[in-house]
C-alpha cells in the first residue's frame, strides 16, 4: 500500500481559547511534518501574536492561497480571517465564533474536495459560535450535516491508548436521555461502534461493554426499567446479529472495578456518563473521534480552557494524539478497503492458482 504523505488540515477553532498554544507545541516538533503535511486554517498574524505573547519557539509557517499549494515538508497555513481580527485571550465573543466557523468551514469544502485527506479541529465555543449560520450542539453534528453522505449518522468515539468510549445520545439534556433511548437505537449505535473499531481501529470481532442506564443496572425495575426492558433486550439483539457485545453494566462498578480492560470499547447511554471516566482514565492522551462518515475527523478531548487561554500553561498532547490518530485511522480505512475489495474476483482468482 502506498505510504504517501497524508495532507492534515487542522482548524484554529476559538481564537481566544488555548488553539494556537497548542498547534504552536504540536508543531514545533520537527517530526510531525516528517510523517505528515500539516496545513492549518487560521491567522498567520494570529499565530505569530501568540508565540510572542508566550514567548514559544518559533514555528515557521509557509502562508498559502489553497490546500492544493501544500506540498513538502514544511507547515502551511491558510488565513480564513481578516487582518484586522485579533484575539482576546480568555473572551467569549462573536467575533472569535466567526473565526473559528470561518476556518471550519473552509477546511470542511477542501476535505470534501479532497484537498486534504484528514481533519483535525482545536476546540470551539459553543456560546461564541452559536449563530443562524451554525446552529448545532457541537461538531459531531455540524460535520454530519456537511459531511453526510445518503443517511451517514456521525458517532462520537473517545479514543485513548486503554480506553474507547462511543455514545447512544451525544449533546441531549439529561431531562430528554430516558426518552430518547430506543432498543432501536441502541442496536444501531452497537452496530456502528463495532463496524468503527474494526474499519478504523484495526480490531477483529471487537468486544464492546454497553453501559446501564439508570444505577444498578435498574435493580429488576426498583430504580427504573429502561435496562431490562429496552437495553439489555438490545445488547441481546446485537449479539445475535453476530456483534459481541454485553451487559449492561452499572457505570459506577465497571469503571471502578476496571472492568473496561476487558472490552475493546464501551457503549455509554449519555454524555457524562462516558465522557468523566474517559477524561479521568485517559487525560491528556485521550482524543475525540467523529466515525461513521466518510471522511476522519479527530480533535482533542479537551475545550478552549480560556482560564488558561494565553498563560502558556496548555498541553499538545492530545492534539498532537489527535494528529497521529486521524492518520492511523485514514491508513487503517485504506487497509480495510483494500482487504475487502472485489472478494469474488479473488476467490476466483485464488481457485484459478490452485488447478494449476
Known amino acids: 500500500m502506498d505510504q504517501k504523505k497524508i495532507k492534515v488540515g487542522i482548524t484554529h477553532g ?4 488555548i488553539g494556537y498554544e497548542t498547534i504552536l507545541k504540536a508543531l514545533e516538533n520537527a517530526e510531525l511534518a516528517e510523517i505528515c503535511t500539516p496545513v492549518v486554517y487560521g491567522s498567520a498574524k494570529i499565530a505569530a501574536h501568540y508565540r510572542k505573547l508566550m514567548d514559544l519557539p518559533e514555528v515557521k509557517f509557509t502562508r498559502i492561497a489553497g490546500a492544493d499549494q501544500a506540498d513538502g515538508d514544511l507547515n502551511y497555513i491558510i488565513n480564513v480571517v481578516g487582518e484586522d481580527v485579533m484575539p482576546e485571550p480568555g473572551q467569549v465573543s462573536a467575533t472569535s465564533g466567526q473565526a ?12 470534501k474536495q479532497g484537498l486534504i485527506d484528514v481533519l483535525v479541529t482545536c476546540p470551539i465555543s459553543k456560546d461564541a459560535i452559536h449563530s443562524d449560520e451554525f446552529n448545532f450542539p457541537g461538531h459531531t453534528e455540524f460535520l454530519e450535516a456537511r459531511l453526510g453522505e445518503s443517511g451517514d449518522k456521525a458517532m462520537m468515539i473517545m479514543a485513548g491508548e486503554r480506553l474507547r468510549v462511543a455514545l447512544v445520545t451525544i449533546h441531549e439534556p439529561l431531562a430528554s436521555v430516558s426518552a430518547d433511548i430506543t432498543r432501536e437505537k441502541i442496536v444501531d449505535s452497537i452496530q456502528r461502534f463495532a463496524h468503527s473499531l474494526t474499519a478504523d481501529f484495526g480490531i477483529h470481532k471487537p468486544r464492546i461493554a454497553v453501559l446501564s442506564l439508570n444505577p444498578h443496572a435498574g435493580d429488576n425495575g426498583v430504580i427504573g426499567k429502561e435496562d431490562s426492558e429496552i437495553v439489555a433486550p438490545a445488547i441481546e439483539e446485537a449479539y445475535k446479529k453476530h456483534v459481541l457485545a454485553f451487559g449492561p453494566y452499572p457505570a459506577d462498578g465497571f469503571f471502578g472495578s476496571g472492568a473496561y480492560s476487558k472490552f475493546d470499547g464501551v457503549l455509554a447511554m449519555y454524555h457524562d456518563q462516558g465522557l468523566i471516566p474517559f477524561k479521568l482514565i485517559e487525560g491528556e492522551n485521550g482524543i475525540n473521534y ?25 498541553d499538545p498532547q492530545s492534539l498532537r494524539q489527535a494528529i497521529y490518530t486521524a492518520i492511523d485511522i485514514y491508513r487503517n480505512r485504506r487497509r480495510e478497503a483494500e482487504a475487502t ?16
Do not use: C, M, W
Not at 14 to 17: A, F, L, P, R, Y
Not at 290 to 314: C, E, M, N, Y
Not at 346 to 354: I, M, P, S, Y
Open 14 to 17: 476559538d481564537i481566544n481559547g
Open 290 to 314: 467523529t466515525a461513521g462518515l466518510k471522511s476522519v475527523r479527530t480533535s482533542p478531548d479537551h475545550g478552549t480552557a480560556f482560564d488558561i487561554a494565553g498563560q502558556g500553561k496548555a
Open 100 to 111: 473559528a466557523l470561518a476556518a471550519l468551514e473552509q477546511a470542511v469544502s477542501d476535505l
Open 341 to 356: 475489495a472485489n472478494p469474488l474476483r479473488r476467490q476466483n482468482f485464488d481457485r484459478g492458482r490452485g488447478n494449476d
